[in-house]
């Protein structure tokens, strides 16, 4: 049985895992949907299975109806943890994505009476102090609701900082907190029962850096070992903070070796991305040579069969003669409507017929959402772990069916926010 289950609330966000796992030297694997039977005895013997998804753009009414069974289906896994994995932004909304009722529906199947949830993770510069939530962009750190994005986020904004406030517009479960006092003092464990015997359902855990982590993880261990399995919700820093634990008490070996990504000969590039961190990334593109063509979003959306053609010509064109290519729909915030579902889908379908007509075989996605949908009109089985890039978005592996065509692709699915102005250099040369 695995010691680990975990649920992505998009696709970008489940591969940041999968990188924590692998460079921990964790077996793991990552599905895209809900295998068979025998697609998962493809992968036996893993310490940690992942299942990515998209209820980080859907409704609580969504929610309601698919996350239970999914839910159910990682508990008969067996797993000490299952961990519900959301942005280290924490980017929600009562109407869509709602993590206030992933709580309550998590909560419900596990019989986890007060849930840890773990949102600072230092890797990617995200930090929780006294419940609010903080988030480097550049060189300079933010509160969420004061941070250049994602105070403006088009689909979720964030208006609030206090986690504990933000949550409350979204369930009406009472919202505990361990802060950095109990931590400076040793006294986390004691902090989170006195919370759980004073009616919290959830408890959010404040964090700064690594040691910090190892605390939060070894509250989330114990309390693991209390139940059949405990469940928590978090950013991949939930999973940094697992394996600190581990390691100090000797349940994985010492951190080896990184696995380097290799070069690869060109790169695909399709961003959905609103970010200006995307933007400046393919802006760096522009100015290296790279062949960059803008899309309408719009006309993609809505099935516009000479948008898709003009999109495939080009880049096909380029592809061909050997140049890396970039094809995205922003550079930074749109002024008008977003098209995330429709446009996501679209990108996929543009990405399986330049894969099938050219024979790429690396290929970047922008977006948290975007990539969420385009990937999945690919109908892959699973990613594995292929090598580090940047944190938080790392080189993946495709596993297909072999008449498919894809199986071996090599794919990186980048959150908006991740990643230096040249990542997309790093993505084809490896690192």
Request: with cysteine.
């Amino acid at each position: 049985m695995p010691l680990y289950c975990y649920y992505g609330d998009d696709f970008t966000g489940s591969t940041d895992v999968l990188e924590q796992l692998a460079v921990n030297g964790v077996s793991s694997v990552l599905f895209l949907g809900q295998p068979t039977g025998e697609q998962m005895a493809r992968f036996t013997g893993r310490q940690a299975i992942g299942f990515a998804g998209d209820a980080r753009s859907r409704t609580p009414e969504w929610m309601s109806a698919h996350l239970s069974a999914i839910f159910h289906r990682m508990r008969e896994l067996g797993p000490s943890v299952v961990h519900y994995k959301v942005c280290s932004t924490f980017d929600s909304a009562p109407h869509r994505g709602s993590i206030g009722r992933a709580l309550e529906i998590g909560r419900a199947v596990f019989a986890t009476d007060t849930v840890p949830i773990g949102v600072a993770a230092p890797h990617l510069g995200r930090y929780l102090l006294f419940g609010n939530l903080f988030a480097a962009a550049g060189k300079e750190v933010y509160r969420i609701d004061r941070h250049p994005t994602m105070a403006s986020h088009p689909a979720t904004p964030m208006h609030e900082g206090d986690l504990r406030l933000h949550l409350a517009s979204q369930t009406k479960l009472n919202i505990g907190l361990v802060d950095l006092r109990a931590f400076q003092t040793s006294k986390v464990e004691e902090q989170f029962r006195a919370r759980r015997e004073s009616g919290a359902a959830a408890v959010l855990l404040d964090g700064l850096d690594t040691a910090m982590l190892e605390q939060a993880g070894k509250l989330i261990w114990g309390l693991a070992e209390e139940s059949r399995a405990v469940f928590t919700i978090g950013s991949s820093g939930v999973t940094a903070s697992l394996m600190a634990h581990w390691r100090s008490t000797g349940l994985i070996p010492a951190r080896s070796a990184p696995v380097t990504a290799p070069a690869a000969k060109r790169v695909l590039v399709l961003s959905g991305s609103c970010s200006a961190v995307t933007a400046g990334q393919i802006l760096w593109a522009k100015q290296s040579g790279y062949a960059c063509f803008a899309l309408e979003a719009a006309l993609l959306a809505a099935g516009d069969s000479q948008a898709v053609k003009t999109a495939l010509r080009r880049a096909s064109h380029s592809l061909r003669s050997g140049k890396d290519t970039v094809l995205y729909t922003a550079l930074g915030a749109p002024s008008g409507v977003t098209h995330d579902k429709e446009l996501g889908h679209a990108l996929g379908e543009l990405l399986l017929a330049l894969v099938r007509e050219t024979g790429v075989r690396r290929v970047v996605l922008c977006g948290g959402d975007t990539s969420s949908h385009a990937i999945q009109r690919l109908n892959l089985i699973a990613l594995t772990f292929a090598g580090v890039l940047a944190p938080g978005a790392p080189l993946c592996r495709v596993h297909a069916e072999p008449t498919t065509g894809l199986d071996g692709l090599e794919v990186v699915l980048k959150g908006g926010q991740i990643g230096p102005e040249n990542f997309f250099q790093i993505a084809r040369d490896g690192k």
